[in-house]
Nanobody, 115 residues
Framework: QVQLVESGGGLVQAGGSLRLSCVAS????????MGWYRQAPGKQREMVAT???????NYVDSVKGRFTISRDNAKNTVYVQMNSLKPEDTAVYYC?????????WGQGTQVTVSS
């Protein structure tokens, strides 16, 4: 059974930084495409950043230049470094994994950015 466990969320002031981590188990991590998504209250879930098994990355325009996604296959972990945080980055952040055509989600971690 695939499990994704996120950590690293919290409360931070605008301009601050956080690093989210997601540890995967029950899957072949190195063969999985990974991503971070977020959902703010009253809004649809949106893609924040993705990284393929080959290391190619993609970002939503609103975080380009501020967020960096990375992965450590030896630790079965995907990260997102979030700098210059803004109040509009406030959301629940979810880890996502795609392996052999199936999609898996973590339970989410809250990120709150105060102005």
């Amino acid at each position: 059974q695939v499990q994704l466990v996120e950590s690293g969320g919290g409360l931070v002031q605008a301009g601050g930084s956080l690093r989210l981590s997601c540890v995967a188990s029950g899957t072949i991590f190195s063969m999985s495409d990974m991503g971070w998504y977020r959902q703010a209250p009253g809004k649809q879930r949106e893609m924040v950043a993705t990284i393929t098994r080959g290391g190619n990355t993609n970002y939503v325009d609103s975080v380009k230049g501020r967020f960096t996604i990375s992965r450590d296959n030896a630790k079965n972990t995907v990260y997102v470094q979030m700098n210059s945080l803004k109040p509009e980055d406030t959301a629940v952040y979810y880890c996502n994994s795609v392996f052999l055509g199936r999609t898996y989600w973590g339970q989410g971690t809250q990120v709150t950015v105060s102005s």
